[in-house]
């Protein structure tokens, strides 16, 4: 009875995994599809694209790069994003710790009204300002602006930076920024030299998050 009772809990086992790699893979589907889609539909002329959509490409157009590249100016707007990129999550890394900072370590009236205002930001998707940005800044005449982009795109990353830093550094011990004013080091310095070093880590977590 014990070797039957075991060999039938193999196969239930065994079943069970079975059925996880059948749901898994079909979760690998439905999320690799569209890529897929996308990529054979980039390799197809316009009536491949219209008349036979999920059908593979009977030539493939390699052409289509070459003026998606040039024509389309992909080249230049991949590098205005990377900059764009680059410029925002570190503005907001180095403002987001600075605030993380005093959130963390400090305590003043009403800090906890500026910690949730600062959460408050991660509820507000940035699509139901975006029309109103825009209508705003074409009055204001600043559109096509790198810095007002930074900062734009900066404000949004924010919140979610303060949420993740502050977090992060209510666990550091306090020792560390007494050693730091101990040897002469003001509030900017405690920050740099000290705050910084210690939260590298979790710095890189959130430029991965808000990428």
């Not at 300002?129 to 800044?137: E, K």
Request: with cysteine.
């Amino acid at each position: 009875m014990e070797i039957s009772s075991n060999s039938h809990a193999i196969r239930k086992k065994r079943v069970r995994g079975i059925m996880l790699y059948i749901v898994l893979s079909i979760f690998a589907v439905i999320c690799l599809y569209p890529v897929f889609f996308t990529l054979t539909s980039s390799l197809k002329n316009n009536t491949e694209i219209f008349t036979e959509p999920f059908s593979l490409p009977r030539t493939p157009q390699w052409e289509n790069y070459v003026r998606a590249w040039t024509i389309g100016k992909m080249g230049v707007y991949f590098k205005n994003s990377i900059i764009l990129t680059a410029a925002t999550l570190f503005v907001s890394a180095i403002i987001g710790s600075m605030a993380s900072y005093i959130l963390a370590k400090y305590t003043f009236k009403g800090k906890s009204f500026v910690y949730i205002l600062f959460l408050a930001g991660m509820m507000i998707p940035i699509q139901t300002v975006i029309i109103p940005l825009a209508f705003t800044f074409g009055k204001l005449g600043i559109v096509d602006n790198f810095p007002v982009l930074v900062l734009l795109y900066s404000a949004f990353c924010l919140s979610m930076t303060v949420f993740i830093v502050t977090g992060y550094m209510k666990g550091l011990p306090d020792e560390l920024e007494e050693a730091a004013v101990m040897d002469g080091a003001n509030l900017l310095q405690q920050i740099w030299y000290v705050e910084l070093p210690a939260i590298k880590d979790i710095i890189v977590i959130q430029f991965i998050l808000q990428a």
